[in-house]
């Protein structure tokens, strides 16, 4: 089988998921290429050779510019903060790399269409990761929507709720906290959580028309690590938005991090005509289906248990009513898209769908910032 | 409209769920009688003027040899602690009465014929009072089952959980702990709460051919609220039993009063070739419900909301998604007992019923005794 | 005990669960005033009549003018459509009467203002039936909330879906649909399901600043009954609104007719610093909590059964482990109402108070149509 | 690191869980080898072949002997059916290795007995793969439980419910069926699933003093895909038991593969004076906890989401909300097994351990038989 060199740049959380795809992809799919993992890239230098070593990477880089220049890379994964995903992801479409590129896209609608021409222009497979659409309980969503059992859609809701930022003493900025640095991460939940939630109501429900947001900061200063200083904290720690899609349905989406009792609770609500769906990560496993044909005495909500074999992925891993995790979204997204990259196709969401949630993004904020409806 | 006079002997708990049907009845269906309130009898005469004021009875007795002898009484509820009810009921139906006695129908099998015998030879109505079938998730349940959904059957299996017994401070014996005290109600949890899944299974499921049981008593004397003594606890705290039914399924039946967490957790499931049903009194409005015929992709367990119109008994009440209560379920048993009586019709649990959830709960206890199977 | 006389205008829904709260308090709870079922009225004399034989009304009017005129009414309860409370309340302020009105209290602001002026000038008893603050797992998070456990509020989020005017061959108008014609109902989901999360809102989170809704009408025509006509829908079929409250936290508030799957599914949740809560009025009897400052083990949202004597209300009901119903709520109201009355105390929500939600609820109608955020 | 070279001895769904183990450990703990996947047996040499190759395994092996003969050899891995865990064992033991057998350990205690002898006198680290005891909501359980949180245990109750072998049509024995062939897999769902419940409840709640079991076969005879006959099933379909444990409380255990609804429901639920605990394969990352010292208006079931970095192995893993899967078990494991080979330690459950289980199960299946308690 032909062989697929990897160079992923960036050590943290995420680093972790993809590298932890390419240990896996094998044993579970039957990929076109045995990817290899041959470069990690991190500007510090002890972090990346301690990644490097844990996740077995043959080479470590300190400067993204020299491993994309390298001639035995094939792939590059971008991992990084928000604010340097345009910046390598340009230099390797123009170095004629593949790309996934972590979500979100870019810190800005203008810095994701340079993004999308580049990759587009170099005519490289590109991807960027919104692992969510591969749970298996939300491809199996996507599949229901798309044999029309829904009917006429009426409304679709989404929130992505957590509690982590709670305390006045957390800091931001630096390692783990970059999330709370507005200059690094763009924004907060909207970048961070709402993408997610954007992502896939684009994907299940179509495109959004206009949106109207509210945003906070609850915490309006917090000690900086890197300054040392106590600095205004620019995110949003907050932020809800009404909006209308194409296809006339309404949306309701909210993103916290202040929801005490909520980990990551991103759970979606799509309801139509004829039936409904529902899903919820902290039981990522289950879908929520009502059908409304069903004979009116058994008319209830199903709690579909998604890991029969003849759902999406699932033949792949263990047997009917055994889980699988978060991490397993990854491995299904790595494998699609190099099943699509031998045949020449794309796969979604591509940096142009990408672009598409940016752009959602980038409106809910200046809505929550005017206090106005924006036409997306 | 006929009027039907009612006397109720007993002023405890349970009398007053039988006196609150007669006053909800009238408005909400339409039975062929209106019954009165004509009298109330206790022992404890002042208890019995409080109760009777309270709840509207015409009249007070003390001694309901009396009461029974009355020509203005029509139906006697018998509400009284377990080892008054045959002496009671067969009076009752010598004098031609109705009879409409709270559950387990006696202390013992031989009481219990006894007072089968004399309903039948006096050929009067009578009612055991497992409230439970009567809750329109429960009739809902009967209903899908006699309608062949489920094939044929496997498994049954029921616990009836609660946890008030668990501090070793407790006195028994007297007024509200009557049921502590086996020489008032003959058994612990097997006649109090396990008797409620017999009857209920016995409905759902058929005949019972054998059993083998297991019974404890974990707080093995308790100070006597009568006797003021430390006395031996004579009932059982805790059953279980395994048991085979007529159909060839497999029975598998809990009770205790020492389950940490559950105040009143009677749940039944029942496991058919192509269906399974399940049910929980902590949330009785809903029956969850599983299809194997569903669309394997859309195949789960259903949450039934039993609010609608067209389910049982729910058509009389409010509307979709408004929840009734405990206490409805003496209601619907009130009306069908008197729609039955006015055509000439038995309701049951009849005695002759009741008499063989007796003859379980008996074979259960002394399989419990003898360790060993029992053939009922 | 002091006899009150109780005259009900309007032989709907919710003239029978006001009725059914008469009949049932006596029994159950320690009113100072004995209340008498003493006239009913509608302006349909054959509805009126059926209804106050059912109900044991002991006399029948047509015209409220005239009810209201009878010196042997003292507490008139108004369950008439929407259009119908102001006249009708003010009517019975200036005669003198203690005043239960159903929800909302109004067509607008401008009627309610009237309203309240009536009440207070008058000096009587008045009482907005918003019943969902005295279900007896909300009145709990009300206690929760007033002890300081939640610490700083960050979000308050509710809403209330249905599902029964999805189908395009529904008509507006008449008998049990005047909800859906906007002369009578004066607006649609807003004044009549997110009236009640406003109230609650207002009642367990205090005021709201600014609102910014977005309203749609998905079935634009329908036949009317009454016309026999197809006529425009001047109601709104679903209403989302973001908002502020004046203690800082964010508000998100949804109500539809058309999520398919959803009863009567009323949720709200509130987030703070240290505890959060959750409610739903499809199991009622459930608080869900989460407190942070449990140990980190064994943290998690408990799922309180909220059944036990010691929880508001229930100790006047059943044991714990066994549920009330919807129709309970009304029974407290009435009871707190008829304490209070004894004593001169307003209860909540008074019509002032209920003037409040509605004063949000038309600056939501206004924000949806204009697309704006609007001061309360 | 020091390497340690591995040889499994199956290639079936076992297998693959093992092998998994090898390939995710690294990265995720800091276990005291680096093991090697030197050598995959089967008697199938295709299989065998094919398997290596996918999960990397250096060299093939047809005959177990030859394998474990080898020097290269650390660590033998028994993933092959029942029948052939002694001998394998036995032969392994014998051969100075390391072993980890699946579970159940042996066919019989007879076996059993030989085994444990066979390790303790080779004086070889030996573990029997009852991979539940490491989801991290059970090891949680067992932590709560040596706190002392629960005090005096009353019950313990646990079923294993699956419907996958309804249908008459299934066959039974060679490859993916042996489990239905009593020849091969010993007994049916006892020694299958209520094993794995015994594994945790003598882990959990100490040892069994007794049972009294009913088992049950409903299909009576099925095709055997070796022979090509009809031939009567010798498995038990369906066993319940009654127990009595060491420490005074009583237990319900119960297992079938004929209810309909559940894919793999592995529950337990253990009640103790003053708290309760619940677990749930189904939603494995949730733990129910019940605490009657909570206060009372806030008591309820607390359902912990088991993901934050305190909970047990959950550290290593990803972030807090997001889940690991039903694999990671077998990591937790393997990693536990390496640490304490270090160290000289053993492993539990060790085959004694695994002995017991299987003692357990050989008296519940002669109660079974014979229609009696058993002592264990």
Chains 1, 2, 3, 4 share one sequence.
Not at 34 to 51: G, H, P, Q, S, Y
Not at 310 to 324: A, E, H, N, Q
Request: charged residues 25%; proline residues 3%.
């Amino acid at each position: 089988m032909k062989k697929l060199n990897v160079g992923l740049i960036g050590c943290g959380f995420m680093g972790r998921t993809h590298s932890n795809a390419h240990h896996q992809i094998a044993q579970f799919f039957d990929a076109p290429y045995k990817t290899v993992l041959r470069a990690i890239c991190d500007v510090n230098e002890e972090k990346a050779k301690a990644f490097g070593a844990r996740w077995g990477y043959e080479t470590v880089e300190t400067d993204y510019r020299k491993m994309i220049a390298r001639k035995d890379i094939d792939l590059v994964e971008i991992t990084t903060p928000n604010n340097t995903h345009a910046e390598i992801a340009i230099a390797a479409a123009e170095a004629g790399k593949m790309i996934i590129c972590e979500k979100p896209l870019a810190l800005s609608v203008e810095q994701g269409e340079k993004m999308v021409a580049a990759v587009e222009k170099a005519g490289v497979p590109n991807l960027c990761s919104y692992n969510y659409r591969r749970v298996p309980a939300v491809t199996l969503a996507k599949q229901l929507i798309d044999e029309g059992r829904l009917g006429r859609i009426f409304h679709y809701r989404a929130n992505f709720l957590q509690d982590w930022t709670i305390s006045t003493d957390l800091p931001q900025g630096g390692d783990a906290l970059w999330r709370l640095d507005v200059k690094v991460a763009g924004s907060g939940v909207t970048g961070d959580l709402l993408a997610h939630c954007i992502d896939t109501a684009l994907w299940l429900n179509g495109g959004v028309t206009e949106v109207c947001a509210m945003t906070e900061t609850f915490i309006k200063e917090r000690k900086h690590n890197i300054t040392g200083k106590v600095e205004k904290v620019g995110i949003d720690d907050a932020c809800s938005f009404m909006c209308r899609f194409k296809n006339g349905s309404l949306g309701l989406f909210e993103s916290t991090r202040y929801a005490r009792g909520h980990k990551a609770l991103y759970t979606f609500e799509i309801n139509g005509e004829h039936a409904s769906i529902k899903w919820d990560l902290h039981d990522p496993h289950r879908l929520q289906y009502f059908d409304h044909r069903d004979q009116s005495l058994v008319r209830g909500w199903r709690s579909v248990h998604v890991t029969d074999g003849d759902m999406p992925y699932m033949g792949k891993w263990w047997v009917p009513g055994l889980t699988i995790g978060y991490a397993e979204s990854f491995v299904h997204q790595l494998n699609d898209f190099l099943v699509n990259a031998a045949q020449g196709k794309p796969t979604a969401p591509t940096f142009r769908d990408a672009l598409e949630t940016q752009r959602v993004c980038e409106r809910v904020i200046e809505s929550g910032k005017d206090r106005a409806w924006k036409t997306v």
